[in-house]
């Protein structure tokens, strides 16, 4: 649709709603805001999970021309969590059940030209007729219009959306068939649908057109199959884009245009593994809640896209957006680098009445038409996850994802066995590793879950996770054997013969209720925490790079005597993909070390240090190092002390410049250190953050690490100009200078 506005600035917000409120367009005591927005700011953790369960009030105030208040006005809610109801200028428009579905209103009968006020009864309660509620979650939800919100000013006749489809004929062509969902107030037409193909630099690919009958109201139209040449394919390793731009034309009158992001791939899933583009690919990944400290889910673009970077960059080519959809942001960057999504429909093990599963099917039909286009996605999830078989259901949810998308796999996630397989892929959270306490079992064979006497595409969804929580600050040992069960776990998928592969649970720890987690409404089952700070078992991940791309040495230590039990180091693991390391202790070579035999499977093993050495726990301890080597050269090396103190404190500015014409974010990551630049995992100090100029702290300005590092985001305050902020961070009870870093906010960026 032609003419988007961003309408996320200048709004108001307070807890509770007024219906008289609504019609009198009242503002009295409401907060300015912008969006994204959280209906309460939380602390870290310890908070109550009912802190951002309420009813609360969004306003916006507008103003419209002649010309604009003549046209079709649509506004386009990405995300509102959990309920809301639309009044313009007093009126009911219409509601929205579901907090990850899009929502669109024609508002167009309710303006005038002139001034006009909007308001939103936000109810962040969970209602056991939306999913996922019904019964308790593991994850909070928290509560707000955390999503852009849109304004589009149209004509008579508009394309709200395209599914662009098609299906591969050779190595570089494909026959397209794009359809498009037409939305017509006015008589019906003749009219004219013009498409034209783009690489994403503007060099064509290909263009066509035909004539359309648009008849009055809703419709969909598909064009005439149409072959392309030339194609350079989406492949995880050359994530090709294009762009597809449509316009629809009645006479020589332009009544609508939109455009979208595309990629041209095969994807197939079978039961010898996942192919694309004919190519064997074993899917590698972690689930993603999409919750941030103090806020949820209420940020914006830069760090969504910033999540899907991590995970590429610590080896993952696979994500799942576990439970529910997640924002367009971090869709398109997906798309951007390579990565693969499972997406699924909002849910967690309940299934409600026939109400709830009306949302149900309206979060399929949702997700399938707002995502389509996105040449990452490879699965659709229809099932809530962990539920029971609900077999009436999940054939509705199957059939209505089949008849929307006919060139996906569907799958639904499960975590019992011999459950009714409905859909394509049978998707199982396999967490055999924990059933048996003593015996080492790592992923099951697919037909000990699926019962079937035949091999069908199976999927793991979930592993690890909640079977072994760590946090930053845990005993050495805990983070060490963190990292070992994640090993153990990744080798066996990439040689599993009868799978496409497993994806982890889960790529960030996150806020859930006081019914699980750690008590304090922490699930610590990250491979990184809430801050998006790597803990030791992502480095198993990361290490099976080809060196090429990126040598890495990180051992799962901090040489302490006494931090393991007996007071000594050994053994500890070293994660990388080197050939082989040496280590120096005590003062002399304890020899070459070799890839573990313990982790069959990966690329690139950890490597295991066990050794005998003669010395005392009490003889004095020494400076050491180890070496890692390439070729029979050596490429990296990680010293550490017989003495590290504290020595300062470092920082890490993700990003030096931010968008000025929205709320943009900047991340940055502190870490206690000691000489030599090593995190001190157990130093507890405080830090203090100080802003100057347009930008605002997330969070408290007072910070205490965990693991000896902390990361922290701060936001802009819109203002359309070009300026500079700065950031200061302080550690007050600490002899070190302020650091002061510089932020420049710019308006077209």
């Not at 916006?60 to 506004?75: M, W, Y």
């Not at 308001?119 to 909070?140: A, K, T």
């Not at 066996?492 to 720890?509: T, V, Y």
Request: aromatic share 12%; with cysteine.
């Amino acid at each position: 649709m032609k003419g988007k506005i961003q309408w996320n600035l200048n709004w108001h917000f307070c807890e509770g709603f007024s219906a008289d409120r609504a019609a009198a367009g009242d503002l009295a005591g409401m907060e300015a805001i912008h969006l994204p927005h959280q209906v309460k700011t939380l602390t870290y953790n310890c908070f109550s999970h009912n802190d951002t369960q309420m009813l609360s009030t969004y306003a916006k105030h507008f103003t419209l021309s002649q010309e604009d208040a003549g046209k079709r006005i649509v506004v386009e809610f990405d995300g509102v969590m959990t309920y809301f109801d639309l009044y313009v200028n007093g009126a009911l428009v219409g509601s929205h059940k579901g907090g990850y579905s899009r929502s669109r209103f024609e508002i167009s009968s309710f303006v005038h030209p002139g001034n006009n006020h909007l308001y939103l009864m936000v109810d962040s309660r969970e209602r056991d007729d939306i999913p996922p509620f019904g019964c308790v979650i593991d994850y909070l939800t928290f509560g707000g219009v955390y999503r852009d919100v849109n304004l589009y000013l149209l004509e008579t006749a508009f394309l709200s959306d395209v599914l662009f489809r098609y299906h591969m004929t050779g190595a570089h062509s494909a026959q397209v068939y794009p359809e498009f969902y037409v939305d017509n107030s006015g008589s019906a037409f003749t009219g004219t649908i013009c498409c034209q193909v783009v690489s994403r630099d503007g060099t064509p690919l290909t263009q066509f057109q035909q004539e359309v009958a648009i008849p009055e109201g809703r419709s969909s139209v598909q064009l005439d199959p149409n072959d392309v040449d030339n194609i350079r394919r989406w492949d995880p390793d050359d994530p090709n884009m294009y762009v597809v731009r449509v316009c629809l034309k009645q006479g020589d009158a332009t009544l609508d245009t939109i455009e979208d992001d595309i990629g041209f791939r095969s994807v197939e899933c079978r039961a010898d593994g996942l192919f694309v583009n004919g190519r064997r690919i074993v899917v590698v990944g972690m689930d993603r809640h999409q919750s941030y400290p103090y806020i949820g889910y209420s940020i914006g673009r830069r760090a969504q896209r910033a999540d899907a970077d991590l995970l590429k960059q610590y080896g993952m080519n696979t994500v799942r957006t576990s439970h529910y959809m997640q924002s367009q942001y971090f869709l398109d960057r997906c798309d951007e680098i390579g990565m693969l999504v499972f997406e699924e429909i909002p849910g967690w093990q309940h299934i409600g009445d026939e109400s709830f599963k009306q949302v149900v099917l309206q979060d399929v039909r949702s997700m399938i038409v707002t995502d389509f286009n996105h040449p990452g996605i490879f699965i659709w999830g229809v099932r809530i996850n962990e539920s029971l078989d609900d077999d009436d259901l999940y054939l509705r949810t199957n059939e209505l994802a089949h008849q929307l998308d006919p060139s996906r796999s569907t799958g639904g996630v499960r975590c019992y066995k011999n459950s009714h397989l409905l859909e394509d892929v049978y998707t199982m959270n396999d967490f055999c590793h924990a059933e048996r306490p003593g015996l080492k079992h790592f992923l099951l064979n697919q037909q000990q879950v699926t019962g079937l006497p035949y091999k069908v595409p199976y999927l793991v969804s979930e592993y690890m996770g909640h079977t072994y929580p760590t946090k930053q600050f845990d005993n050495e040992s805990l983070r060490d054997e963190h990292a070992r069960r994640h090993a153990e776990i990744l080798g066996r998928n990439l040689i599993k013969p009868d799978s496409m592969g497993a994806i982890g649970w889960c790529a960030f720890d996150y806020n859930t209720h006081g019914d699980y987690g750690a008590g304090d409404k922490i699930c610590y089952h990250g491979i990184f925490d809430m801050f998006r700070i790597p803990k030791y078992a992502a480095y198993v991940y990361r290490s099976q790079k080809d060196p090429s791309e990126e040598v890495i040495l990180q051992p799962a230590s901090g040489f302490s005597r006494g931090e393991k039990a007996l007071y000594g180091i050994m053994p500890f693991l070293v994660m990388t993909n080197c050939d082989y390391i040496e280590v120096f202790m005590y003062g002399k070579s304890l020899g070459l070390f070799f890839p573990s035999d313990k982790f069959f499977g990966l690329p690139h093993p950890p490597i295991e240090v066990d050794v005998d050495v003669e010395a005392q726990w009490n003889d004095v301890w020494q400076d050491g190092k180890i070496v890692g080597y390439l070729n029979q050269k050596p490429v990296a090396e990680y010293a550490f002390l017989r003495d590290p103190h504290l020595d300062g404190f470092t920082v890490v500015q993700d990003d030096q410049e931010i968008s000025s014409s929205e709320v943009d974010t900047a991340r940055f990551e502190v870490s206690f250190v000691d000489q030599i630049g090593h995190v001190c995992t157990f130093y507890n100090g405080v830090l203090q953050i100080e802003t100057q100029g347009d930008i605002e702290l997330i969070g408290p300005k007072f910070l205490a690490p965990a693991g000896g590092r902390i990361a922290f985001w701060v936001k802009s305050v819109p203002t359309g100009k070009d300026s500079t902020a700065t950031v200061t961070v302080k550690a007050p009870a600490l002899p070190y200078p302020d650091q002061v870093f510089q932020l420049h906010l710019k308006k077209d960026l």
